[in-house]
Structures are given as structure tokens and as C-alpha cells.
DNA sequence: ATTAGCACTCTCAAGGCGAGAGTGCTAAAA
DNA sequence: TTTTAGCACTCTCGCCTTGAGAGTGCTAAT
């Protein structure tokens, strides 16, 4: 496919960059004048014929200017831009946003998706991390009003969920502390395979405790991913491209229909990979929600014990020479971050 | 203000319902045709006419039909549809989701935010319930790889909150569990103040966690809300008045800039409330993003101790007589659960 | 007080027109 | 053989005009 001269790529690689920094179909005659080419414009109208026929462009309509297919962004996002490194500046001004958050666990996915969402100028997508087999830290259990407990289970990893349980008759907080805490040194570090095989306990109480326990790890390792942060959908909205049409909402959609997007994350993140990062581009004939847009994306964590997925989501026209650099950091950064701080226990 | 004749306040309210059902300004001829006025069209007119004077109605154009004003939506609200109850078998539709859902508290407020989107078929908002004195349950430290722990702190009431602590040396998982021990007996139902006036621990990692603990406590109790849950946005875009324009895109900056729409909840649930539901009509010229739009709030749970905020958001041109009874269900509802499962504690 | 009738106003969609941008092709130049 | 100049052609887009339709306000009659 490598079958391009040296001058059609450039030609190529001048037509994208141009429409992704106007959003104009580009002529010819634009080309020269914009870029200085020390060819006439019939040579550059030439090879854009090659160009429309090998499929990279195509012409809104006949006497347009041309408009890179989805063929020719895909060609130059492999052919032309990959191999290239965040510049330094971008990359320390990231890095100290980070370091001043280090402390807040809990501002690290909204912050790193409003920092990818500000970069890109698009829109971002960040999933928690999260681990494929569960490990019971501690529960707690939490007395109310009448026969309702408040159980708050936490995983090493730190990962917490909560459930109700209703019991039959009220209980007082001292019986279940000491629940919890019977509990909590049999379970301690186990997987839920490992709590399933406990024998089942005497105690009626503990028994209802540990149904929910196993039901909701259950429930964490069932879930393709963690919880997803957005950002930055504004950005994507003011594009031209999407002013009116029904394109918008489409996207928006997509955006609140959390199901579709762990989807599209669940079922990219299997693919062949571009230097760590992938690149969907309009869709690729499976997701017609995108039928306009881009998504570049990239798992990050430990492999097989604690991964989550990030990506960016905007028009088609978008600057790949950017955007992609940008995610790959990020997903190095938050790989960095989850090994630091999430794992560990494991070893133990 | 109540200064209309009946006749007036008929037309009145069916220029809101036929222009709320259509979106298109409505004239005489028509309202006379639709709902078989036994009047003329000349008649009609006449009260439009009045109705235009007194500041209810406006022509977007010398020779258009007519359109409610802000007064106008505004007189509609507090005079026509006011006392209503939501009907029979949409209280049962949502009672029975609710139910369906009882055990999963994290599911709690998403559902919510779901539900009250997909019946009002605008964009809704809910806080998650939010203590202004936040009382210690426990503390977990969570040991990781390096000189890293990573503390989950638990409130009654349920609120859970992270933070990294970064240690000096390495500590053992030991002796971390016993500093959280003791730390859990000493601050157990204790507020802000009270563990703050504790006197200094000796152990310096005790002291750590403790100056954590605390840090974690107030931020809690500065947040004005809980966590913010957002559905249905696509509803709202896809209203006509949105199809263009660039409402469309202040609107979702509204509802991504989160700190915007803590302002907009903390402002308006001090103002005087009807029937315990405020509504906000085109942002009432204080809020510049939501010119075109209307907002219906009520707080539920339990005022002064842990209280939430909940609403819907969409077009001026919204049916207010199904949304508002909506809004108040619903936060009856909430209020229901949060008193039956997030208190009881603060009675011990 | 209500209504029929009428002249008036304004928007909106459709059609026509010219300017501008860009193309493909051909024939000459390098 | 490759590149370039020239030219006729095509298509969109903005602008204007025009006519139909919807709705109004006013006046005079009921």
C-alpha cells in the first residue's frame, strides 16, 4: 500500500493539514500559494488526481476543492506522523498539573480528562482503572434507622462499592462490627473464587454478608471497565463540521449512552495497535455513530492485573500529529501513577 | 398580578400548550381551530392583543402568531398549573424502578438522573446527598508498593473519600492497621471540630493520617453538594430551538463546566420555593447560558442535616404542568430513601 | 361586547442570475 | 517523458425578486 511517490505524501500531507486547520475543501491554486511548492498548480492538480483515484481524496462536488477520504487519513496517520514524541513543553506543563494532584486520589481521572480534553482540543474519554480479579481488603458495615445496613466493601486497589442489606430484625452495631470483623480476617487478600470456597458460615448474619460481598466482586469483575470521565465536549461541539446536522447530537449521545462507548472501548482496545495507541477512524463502517469522527485511544496500567482505557474523541478533520503524542503520554503518565500507587499488595 | 380575566387566562394557557406542543408561534385562527373555542377569531385577537400589552405574549414578527414571554411562562407556572399531582400510574412506573434497584446505592443517583430525564424529556441534574457536618466512621490505610498508602475514609452516612499519603519510610502493614485502629476508637461519631481539638498524637504516623483526616473532612463540608449526576442532554439538543444556533453548545458547556452548575443549585435552593419546587425561567437574567432555557429544582432529604438537589433542565418551552409534579415526586422519593438508610447513626 | 370584513405587513420558499473557485484536458515547453 | 500554461466547462453560493400564505389591527355592523 506503500505505493505512493515521495511527492504525492506531501501533497497528501499538505491537503490534511490544510483541512484540518480550515475545514475547507483545498484547491490546487490554495496549496501552492500557502505553502510555497516550487511546482505549477496543473502538476499539484495532476497528482491530486492520482491521489482521488488511489481513494485518499475526493471532491465535495465537481468543481470543489478536494477533501482528504477516510483512506487518506489513515495513510497519513501511518505513513506520515507516527513516529513522533510530545514536545517537551506540552509534556512538563502536563506533568506539573499532575504532581500538584499527586495527593487526590480522587481528582486523577477527572483531571487527566479535562487535561486530555484541553490538549486535544476534543474531547476526552478516561476509564478508572480496573482489575480483572478482585481482592477483598475490608468491609464495613453501617448501621441506620430500622433492619437497613449500609455495607461499604473496599479491594486492595482501592476500589469501593456499597450496597444495601435489609435484615430480617435489627441488629446492633456491636454485633455487626464484630460481623465485619470476623469476616474481614478470613477474606483478607482473598480473590472471589478463594471466598466462594468458604465454607459456609454459622452465623446467619455473616452468611447475608458474605452473599453480598461475593455478588458485588462479582459485579466489579463482570464490568468491562471502570467508571468513564468525559471532558471537553464543548470542544468537539463548536467544530464546524458539526454545527447543524444531526451529527451533534449523535455525538452527545454517544457521550451519555455510557453502554455504547464501553462498546467501542471494550471492543478497540483487542486490535492491533499503533505504537501503543489506535486510531478509529469514521467509524470504520462498525459504529455509525461516528460516521464524521475519530476516536484515538490507549489502554494504560499493568497489563493483565489493572488496566483502564483513554482515548480522545473528535471530528475526523482532527491534528493526529498532536493528538496522538498527547494520548501516548498520558497513557504513560496514568500507567506510571497506577503502578506507584495501586498495586503492591499484590506481592504480599 | 392577578389582574386577568378568565377568558385571558384560557387563552393564555393554551397559547403555552399549543406553542409548547409545536414550537411554532401561534395565531388566532389556529387556537380557535384546535381547541373549538366557541368565540371568533376576532375575539381571540382582541385578548392577545390585551395579553401582548401587559407584557404575557410577544410576535416574534409584525406578522406572526403569538409567543409566551418569560412573564408569560411565568404567570402560566404560578397560576394555572401549580396545584397537580403527578398522575396514578407514572408515581407507580417510577416507585417500581426504584424498588427494582433498592440494594445498589451507587446506582441510586444515576438511576435517578435517568428517570427524571426520560419522563420529563428534558436534561436533568441530581446532587448526591451531601451532609453539611460530615461525623468519622472509620479509616482504612491501604499499604502500596513504595513509601505510598493510600487512606479510605468512610463517613456515616456512607460518603467514602480517597487520598495518597506519601511517607517518609516505609511502614509495615501492621503497623498501619494498628494506627488506624486506634485512630478508628478515638474519632468514631466524631465531627470536624471535635477531632480536630483532639490533642496531638505522639506517633508521627498517626499524626499524618489524622492531619489527612481532617483535610479530607473539611473539604467535605466546603463542597456546597454531593457528586453531580447528569442525564439526558440528548433530549434537550434535540429540540428545535437547539437544532441551530449556537444554544445548543452553551447549553452543554453548562452542564460540563461543573463548577457553573454548582452555582446555579447553591443560588437558587435559598430563593422562596412553590410547593417545595422553584422553577427558574430563562435564567431570569442573572444566568447568561440559559437564556432560552428553564430550570425546575427542589432539594429532598433532610434540611439541615443531609440534604441534595434535583431538577431538569430544558427549553423555555417545556411542559411545566408534567415536569414540575415530577420534580416533586421525585424528590419526595429520594427524601424517602435517604431517611430511611442515611441516618439513624446520628440518633445513638 | 362580539364579530365579520378588509387592507396591510411580514416571512418564507422557490426560481433566476452572476461571480468565483476549481477542475480536466490539450498542446506546448523543458 | 515530465512539467506547465491556457482554456472551456461545471458547480456552488450568495443575492435578488416574486408570489403565496399566514396573521394582524382596525372599523363598522350586529
Redesign the interface.
Known sequence: MNDLTERQRLILALVVRHYTETAQPVGSQRLVDCYKLNMSTATVRNEMGMLTECGYLRQPHTSAGRVPTEEGYRYFVTHVVYPSDLPEPARDTISHQFYQA?????VWMPLAASILAQHSRAASIVTAPHSERSHY??V?L?????R?V?M?L?M???E???????LAEPVA?ERMSAAADRLNQICLGRTTEEIAAIPPRADSLEKDILTLVLQDMNRGEQRVSGEIYL????NV??EPEF??SGD??RA??LF?ERSLLQDLLARTTNNATVGGVQVLIGGEGKWEELKQCSVVLARYGIPGLITGTLGVFGPMRMPYARTIPTVRFMADLLSGLV???????EN?
Chains 1, 2 share one sequence.
Open positions: 499527586r495527593q487526590d486520589v480522587e481488603k475490608h464495613e453501617i448501621s441506620t434507622q430500622g437497613q449500609l461499604v473496599v486492595t486497589g482501592g469501593v462499592s456499597q450496597q444495601i442489606l435489609t452495631q471532558d471537553g465536549l464543548t461541539l463548536s454545527l447543524e451533534a447530537r452527545v449521545h451519555e503502578s506507584e500507587t495501586m498495586v503492591g499488595d504480599e
